[in-house]
């Protein structure tokens, strides 16, 4: 998404949208994790956790490029090259040849 259509967002579509996801939604997750996030979207966190559940709030970690506190979070060892781990880089059309078979 663009700034500029993150700017026609307002406050009342950002907190439907997270009463939709959080009433709706048909899975559970321990984190989300976001790496070399764009500056525009910690701002939206910013404007969109005071309508969040804290508990889904609470799971929601943004590291920016503070890649050591990624590590304390998660293991080196499951985390890609590119981001600091010891595990290869998965290529998308490897993972789309396990998911057909």
Known sequence: MTLAKM???????????????????????????????????????????????EKLASRIHLYGSDLE???????????PTDLGGDAEVCQPSEILDLLQK
Do not use: E
């Open 7 to 53: 700017m026609r967002i307002d406050q009342q579509q950002i907190k439907l949208t997270i009463q939709i996801f959080q009433g709706t939604f048909p899975a559970r997750f321990k984190g989300f994790y976001f790496v070399n996030q764009a500056w525009y979207f910690t701002l939206a966190w910013n404007v969109a956790r005071p309508f969040m559940k």
């Open 69 to 79: 506190g990624l590590h304390t979070a998660i293991s080196t060892s499951t985390l």
